[in-house]
């Protein structure tokens, strides 16, 4: 959904998370640990662990967003240009 507002997503390679690697500096964007992403969804898509994701940009349109969509979050800390948002499973 984000994608339909302009917003560009990237999958991140273990180096590359842990490297805090940003492709834009100025575009809003999402980025997602690769290694992580499969092991976080059941085969049914429903997330069972938690699943950390940076944001670059203005992200006052996510919130919304996640909960139209149910997820609940976490904020943690901005950091290194980054904010912080851990998607949490259902309790």
């Given at each position: 959904m984000l994608k339909s507002t302009g917003w560009m997503d990237f999958l991140l390679s273990p180096k590359e998370w842990r490297e805090y690697h940003q492709m834009s500096v100025s575009a809003s964007a999402v980025y997602t640990p690769k290694a992580e992403l499969h092991p976080s969804f059941d085969e049914q898509g429903s997330l069972i662990k938690p699943l950390e994701l940076r944001?670059?940009?203005?992200?006052?349109?996510?919130?919304?967003?996640?909960?139209?969509?149910?997820?609940?979050?976490?904020?943690?800390?901005?950091?290194?240009?980054?904010?912080?948002l851990t998607l949490l499973p259902e309790q």
């Amino acid at each position: 959904m984000l994608k339909s507002t302009g917003w560009m997503d990237f999958l991140l390679s273990p180096k590359e998370w842990r490297e805090y690697h940003q492709m834009s500096v100025s575009a809003s964007a999402v980025y997602t640990p690769k290694a992580e992403l499969h092991p976080s969804f059941d085969e049914q898509g429903s997330l069972i662990k938690p699943l950390e994701l940076r944001f670059t940009g203005d992200i006052s349109g996510v919130f919304p967003l996640l909960e139209q969509c149910q997820l609940t979050t976490a904020r943690g800390p901005d950091t290194r240009g980054f904010s912080v948002l851990t998607l949490l499973p259902e309790q």
